[in-house]
T-cell receptor, first 113, second 111 residues
């Protein structure tokens, strides 16, 4: 069955450093991958989408890579700030439209001042 | 701009009682609408999705049902709640070139 793995342990990082979160998947050939940010008690907020034919995408301090051979996506936050502290979810979607995606369980990031 | 409204924010209901959660979207027409549930420490589980009025697809057979009486209204219901129905319920919609836009969620506790 399809499986998405994100590091279930929290990631603690010093302010100003680059945070790198990992999303691995098995038994899946996604057409695209998304990253979301979720704060406690709130709904996830969409950050970035990267398609299977794209290797890298950037948005301000965010960078996402997508390696369909390794079946892995890396999510980087450069010059991290305490305000970046949140849980980050990856989600994989199949071709045929943006109708359904499968979400990972998320990784909690804590940026320490 | 598009907005999504979801209510109530929190709800405490006894076992066996009915449930009705409502979600409305503004600023778009014919959106794809979704109901997700997030249990503590677990990922988002897709419950229902709808591509149009009266069109509901169920992902997980369970104690819940969904309806879409209007283009921008999506309702999640249950006739009799179970303890296992407790969780964080999220409504969402998708556009053409963006990811999901989620509502603020409803924290349901069944006691």
């Amino acid at each position: 069955s399809q499986k998405i793995e994100q590091n279930s342990e929290a990631l603690n990082i010093q302010e100003g450093k680059t945070a790198t979160l990992t999303c691995n998947y098995t038994n899946y050939s996604p057409a695209y991958l998304q990253w979301y940010r979720q704060d406690p008690g709130r709904g996830p907020v969409f950050l970035l989408l990267i398609r299977e034919n794209e290797k890298e995408k950037r948005k301000e301090r965010l960078k996402v890579t997508f390696d369909t051979t390794l079946k892995q996506s890396l999510f980087h936050i450069t010059a991290s700030q305490p305000a970046d502290s949140a849980t980050y979810l990856c989600a994989l979607g199949s071709s045929g439209g943006y109708q359904k995606v499968t979400f990972g369980t998320g990784t909690k990031l804590q940026v320490i001042p | 701009s598009q907005t999504i409204h979801q209510w109530p924010a929190t709800l405490v209901q006894p076992v066996g009682s009915p449930l009705s959660l409502e979600c409305t979207v503004e600023g778009t027409s014919n959106p794809n609408l979704y109901w997700y549930r997030q249990a503590a420490g677990r990922g988002l589980q897709l419950l229902f999705y709808s591509v149009g009025i009266g069109q509901i697809s169920s992902e997980v057979p369970q104690n819940l049902s969904a309806s879409r009486p209007q283009d921008r209204q999506f309702i999640l219901s249950s006739k009799k709640l179970l303890l296992s129905d407790s969780g964080f319920y999220l409504c969402a919609w998708t556009g053409q070139n963006y990811g999901y836009t989620f509502g603020s969620g409803t924290r349901l506790t069944v006691v």
